[in-house]
């Protein structure tokens, strides 16, 4: 193969192997989002009401990625969301799933973590309250969408 006909036919492979994390804010309120690993935390992001934030995924061997999310600023003990996922290159398959700390902020509104609408990617919901830890696995590529007042 010619290199002329490999780095367009790479270029075009890119995006599908870009998958993203991704929060949408459906809320009447904007929350504070702030995306960590084991080796960066990146600065808080507000995301209005009606907002969107993404990243692309990122791969972190040791401990996975948390993108922690609340009403108020990050660096005091209010109610925290945290959507964490781990990402295996090699398989390539995912960990995910939702959690709570110091309390839940969405009460009496639908939390929801899915995959892409054509995948067949287990999703998690939450309605109105937060349920018991539930780890699910994805073998595949896709992006993880958290949606907030999925309602």
Request: hydrophobic residues 35%; glycine residues 6%; charged residues 20%.
């Amino acid at each position: 193969m010619h290199l002329s006909t490999l780095l367009p036919s790479l270029a075009l492979a890119a995006p599908a192997l870009c998958k993203r994390a991704i929060v949408i804010n459906n809320c009447d309120f904007p929350v504070w989002l702030t995306s960590t690993n084991s080796h960066a935390s990146f600065p808080p992001k507000l995301i209005p009401s009606n907002g969107t934030w993404s990243e692309e995924q990122k791969f972190d061997g040791r401990t996975g990625q948390a993108i922690a999310i609340t009403r108020k600023d990050q660096y005091s003990a209010n109610p925290t969301l945290t959507f964490g996922y781990t990402f295996r290159k090699e398989v390539p398959d995912y960990y995910y799933d939702i959690g709570t700390t110091y309390g839940f902020d969405f009460e009496n509104r639908t939390v929801t973590l899915r995959g892409e609408d054509h995948l067949p990617v287990p999703d998690i919901t939450w309605n109105g309250a937060p349920k018991a830890q539930d780890t699910k696995r994805y073998i595949g590529l896709t992006d993880l969408v958290l949606t907030l007042c999925d309602d």
